[in-house]
């Protein structure tokens, strides 16, 4: 492989674990806060203990967000120095806004973290809200500044130069609301099942029923109802790329014979090198009306593409037939959750908490397939039709090592992270069966082992 | 409007300087205490800097993206050069925020323990050496340039540049800065036996920090490197310096007589007056090559994206300041200092 390769592999890398800790920090307040609601309106302590048990889950995320997020924003300075170079002046503004974002997120969190007991009951509660918020902001400017790679605008491209710089509209691409739209939304689904799933797990081995089926309750109903409201979001963002990025749209289908009432493949295994698909389901008709609302619409192939314009098509084929099948099995889990609020027998049956463990992480799986999609599926593009990923690469050699350096280091912060959530789940069940709630527990398992010798 | 973006540049710069630099200095401090007091310093730092620590490396990512955004060419020599230490700065700062979330939020206190905070202090030793061989590659004179991978090889081109003398000897100083501040930080915030140990600290610090100070200097005189060179030949600059060497007096003063606010705005004011010193002599060419210098606002970003980042920066500059006053006002920083001491 070469420098290109690795330098490519290092920001996938990066990028798919980025996206988990962000994600996860970025829907997990909104859980917290409403445990906190329920806590304040019915002073239930199972729900102050819930509120504390997820604040740790958002504070060990945030962090770590953070510190991959610091990571990120030095590597695509140092892997694509020549994009920096050019699209840093036009897309600074989501950068410069996110960096706002976090920033007051951060001091949200502070204010939440340590002030119990010392805030205002209804402020300190509010600034809870404003970890959310803020979080969901800056995931939304944040892939403001991705849907600008795949729809360049708020400027004149020149004889290879760029000028007539307008921030504004550049922010504002035409790409940026359909992409915000479907990551805010499968933020919301991925976290909502995933969480859903670790507290079924221990309902599972009945653990502290009563508490975790609380959780469960609060995490589930976000993911269904996110579940539902993305196939609505998916398809606006399947006409933006078929209008904007028709390559791009032939390669998530493995379409290359350009054809009208174009159908759609399920499954199927792509050939690149004689360009044919085999084993698939197809749909007739349907490509055409999902890109176009039109059955008997023109969809373009990659044939008709020229040959240096084409993205790796099975890569991109395969994550995006992960994505939606994984899209509508969410959707009806959301619905067996919704039809278990009818029939409470289910709840009492194992398989309904062994489907939810089971697809747990399938949300995430989902999200990297998404944003593999959205990425090699740009390819040789990292702005669209602008600039060539290989003219944007440092000139840096030996990004083979560079890789695994940050491999490494990534890594480190996965496992701790799982290590320390898991640490987190299971003193959280001793305390439980030990000690029968009472408020001393909860101070307790608040408060940080370090600063417990002096007083408030 | 280019003056609000400087402005916000440099200010963040100083920030990430005190607030960031107190953060690494008090692993350092840890590092280099005796086991029973590591115990002590370990709680206090928590106390110190447990509710704005997540706040301190933000200063990092906005002066990041300040310079990607508004000074992309000098953004973009800076990041190409500096791959290698920078990364390792990442390294260091991950590492040691993994071991302080750790160590200060693990449900379960066991062994473990031991590991994290070793690897807390040695990632706060370590970070901002790199961050200071980072800056004194930059301006050390060696950064070459070129497209010729023939005649250069590798070393000669990322790594010759930072591993040199004058660099180690920037970062080195860099982390005795930190370790000064975190000490006379960490002095107003211990009682008695503690407190004795923070000033014994405090003052081996600051004779450190002077030593590698008048080494770097003179090692950058006599090797003919240009930046030491024009920073002695600066007047200002030189003045700067010789100031703050002069206010430490005041300061020992003031520690002795328990002045905790003073000598802590007062060590604060030392280290703008050494950071002013060393931007001034050069301002604004702040990369030093091999074959010439490259100014800061050379080929900068066009008027409109200047304006906008200015009054993004302005924006964010009068929601984010005040919030973050508070926070500290609320919780510890301040308000632990104007208590009255018990002994």
Redesign the interface.
């Known amino acids: 492989m070469e420098n290109l390769d690795y330098a490519r592999l290092q920001m996938a890398f990066t990028l798919g674990f980025h996206i988990i800790f962000a994600c996860i920090g970025m829907v997990m307040p909104f859980f917290m806060v409403v445990s906190h609601y329920k806590w304040l309106k019915t002073r239930n302590p199972i729900y102050k203990r819930l509120t504390m048990a997820w604040l740790k889950g958002v504070a060990i995320f945030f962090v770590t967000g953070a510190v991959s997020g610091t990571a990120l924003s030095f590597e695509l300075g140092m892997l694509w120095p020549e994009f920096m170079k050019h699209a840093g002046p036009i897309i600074g503004m989501p950068f410069s806004l996110e960096g706002a974002a976090f920033f007051v997120e951060a001091i949200a969190l502070g204010f939440y973290l340590y002030g119990w007991n010392k805030l205002p009951e209804k402020f300190h509660w509010f600034t809870g809200v404003i970890i959310g918020v803020a979080g969901v902001a800056s995931g939304i400017l944040v892939v403001s500044a991705n849907g600008w790679m795949n729809a360049p605008s708020g400027f004149e491209y020149i004889n290879g130069e760029f000028t007539n710089i307008d921030p504004v509209a550049a922010l504002l691409n035409p790409a940026w609301f359909t992409q915000a739209l479907h990551m805010t939304l499968a933020a919301f689904v991925a976290t909502s099942f995933g969480v859903a799933g670790i507290h079924a797990f221990q309902i599972f081995r009945k653990r502290n029923v009563e508490l975790h089926t609380k959780a469960f309750k609060i995490a589930i109903v976000f993911g269904a109802i996110a579940a539902f409201l993305q196939p609505i979001s998916g398809d606006l963002s399947a006409k933006d790329v078929a209008e904007r990025q028709p390559v791009k749209l032939a390669a998530m289908e493995a379409h290359y014979e350009t054809s009208k009432g174009a159908p759609l493949y399920i499954g199927g295994i792509v050939d690149e090198e004689n360009r044919t698909v085999s084993n698939k389901i197809e749909i007739p008709k349907a490509l055409s009306f999902l890109a176009f609302g039109d059955f008997n619409a023109e969809v373009k192939g990659l044939n008709d593409f020229p040959d240096n314009e084409l993205p790796p098509v099975a890569i991109v084929h395969y994550a995006f037939q992960t994505m939606v099948g994984i899209g509508t099995l969410l959707m009806f889990a959301g619905l067996i959750y919704f039809i278990s609020l009818r029939k409470k027998s289910w709840l009492q049956n194992k398989y309904y908490w062994l489907l939810f463990i089971i697809i747990a992480p399938l949300g995430f799986v989902a999200i990297e397939a998404g944003w593999i999609v959205t990425e090699v599926g740009r390819q040789p593009w990292i702005i669209h039709q602008i600039m060539r990923t290989e003219d944007a690469v440092t000139p840096m050699p030996g990004m083979k090592y560079s890789f695994f350096y940050y491999l490494f280091l990534y890594t480190i912060l996965a496992i701790t992270v799982t290590w320390l959530m898991n640490r987190q789940i299971k003193s959280l069940n001793q305390e439980t069966s030990e000690e029968k709630g009472t408020g001393n527990t909860l101070k307790k398992s608040f408060k940080p082992t370090g600063g417990n010798k002096n007083k408030d | 409007m280019l003056y609000v973006v400087l402005f916000f540049l440099l200010f963040s710069l100083l920030l990430y300087v005190l607030l960031g630099g107190a953060d690494f200095g008090a692993g350092i401090v840890e590092l280099f205490s005796s086991a029973r007091n590591k115990e002590h310093t370990?709680?206090t730092?928590?106390?110190v800097m447990?509710?704005?620590w997540?706040?301190n490396?933000?200063w990092?990512?906005?002066m990041?993206?300040?310079l990607?955004?508004?000074f992309?060419?000098y953004?973009?020599v800076m990041?190409?050069y500096l791959?290698i230490p920078?990364?390792l700065v990442?390294?260091g700062?991950?590492?040691r925020?993994?071991a302080?979330?750790?160590?200060?939020?693990?449900?379960?206190?066991d062994k473990s323990q031991f590991w994290y905070n070793w690897l807390f202090r040695i990632g706060s030793f370590v970070t901002p050496v790199f961050l200071g061989m980072s800056f004194g590659a930059l301006i050390g004179g060696e950064i070459i340039i070129t497209?010729d991978?023939e005649t250069y090889g590798?070393y000669d081109?990322?790594m010759q540049h930072w591993l040199s003398i004058f660099a180690l000897l920037v970062g080195l100083f860099y982390a005795a800065l930190c370790a000064f501040l975190a000490s006379t930080l960490l002095i107003g915030e211990a009682d008695g036996k503690a407190r004795k140990h923070y000033a014994k600290n405090s003052a081996f610090f600051t004779i450190v920090l002077v030593v590698l100070g008048f080494i770097l200097i003179s090692y950058g005189y006599f090797s003919e490197i240009k930046f030491a060179e024009d920073f002695i030949h600066n007047p200002i600059s030189l003045a700067c310096v010789g100031l703050s060497g002069i206010l430490l007096f005041p300061l020992w003063k003031f520690i002795k007589k328990e002045y905790r606010i003073a000598s802590r705005y007062l060590a604060g004011f030392q280290v703008v007056l050494i950071l002013f010193a060393a931007l001034y002599a050069h301002f604004p060419y702040i990369i030093i090559t091999a074959e010439k210098e490259i100014s800061l606002l050379e080929n900068l970003?066009?008027e409109?994206?200047i304006s906008?980042?200015a009054i993004?920066?302005l924006?964010?500059g009068f929601?984010?300041l005040p919030?973050?006053f508070h926070?500290m006002k609320?919780?510890n920083m301040i308000k632990l200092l104007e208590k009255p001491e018990k002994d």
Do not use: C, K, Q
């Not at chain 2, 979330?101 to 379960?108: I, K, P, Q, S, T």
């Open positions: 370990r709680d730092i928590y106390r447990g509710p704005i997540e706040a490396h933000i990092l990512i906005i990041l993206v300040i990607w955004v508004a992309p060419a953004f973009n990041i190409i791959h920078l990364s990442l390294l700062i991950t590492l925020g993994v302080f979330v750790f160590r200060h939020y693990d449900a379960v206190l497209e991978y590798f081109l990322f970003a066009p409109s994206t906008n980042l993004m920066l924006i964010g929601i984010i919030g973050l926070l609320s919780f």
